[in-house]
């Protein structure tokens, strides 16, 4: 079927929910950077103290959190969790690169 075979009505629908879609994707773009803006941060405040990159005990507790989450919201809790775990190893990515810019708690120029 070619586009112009669609019906309006139905075209109109799919219009409207691509519209709401494109405006959740904007906000989920927003809110993952600002997620790694935070995230930068920590990478910093680790680094300069000598911390661990990844923190198992508190991904454990964010995994069990948002998996409730997700149930509540009626969002498949496997997904959330594998969301989660691929955010979080590219912080860990970003966290290994800080530490290794950074030698004696100072950053390398
Ligand atoms: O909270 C931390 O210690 C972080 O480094 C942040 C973060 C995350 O992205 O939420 C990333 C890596 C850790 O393993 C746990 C959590």
Do not use: W, Y
């Given at each position: 079927m070619t586009d112009s075979e669609i019906?309006?009505?139905v075209r109109a629908e799919l219009t409207?929910?691509?519209d709401?879609?494109?405006n959740i994707d904007a906000a989920v773009v927003h809110m993952l950077a600002e997620r790694f803006k935070c995230t930068q941060q920590v990478g910093r405040l680790k680094a300069e103290h000598d911390l661990p990159?990844?923190?198992?005990a508190r991904?454990?507790?964010q995994i069990a959190r948002l998996r409730r989450l997700a149930e509540s919201a009626k969002l498949d809790p496997a997904f959330a969790e594998?969301?989660?775990?691929?955010i979080v190893a590219e912080v860990i990515r970003h966290h290994e690169?800080?530490?290794?810019d950074t030698r004696g708690g100072q950053p390398q120029r």
């Amino acid at each position: 079927m070619t586009d112009s075979e669609i019906d309006p009505a139905v075209r109109a629908e799919l219009t409207r929910l691509r519209d709401s879609i494109d405006n959740i994707d904007a906000a989920v773009v927003h809110m993952l950077a600002e997620r790694f803006k935070c995230t930068q941060q920590v990478g910093r405040l680790k680094a300069e103290h000598d911390l661990p990159p990844a923190d198992p005990a508190r991904e454990a507790q964010q995994i069990a959190r948002l998996r409730r989450l997700a149930e509540s919201a009626k969002l498949d809790p496997a997904f959330a969790e594998k969301l989660l775990n691929f955010i979080v190893a590219e912080v860990i990515r970003h966290h290994e690169r800080i530490a290794g810019d950074t030698r004696g708690g100072q950053p390398q120029r």
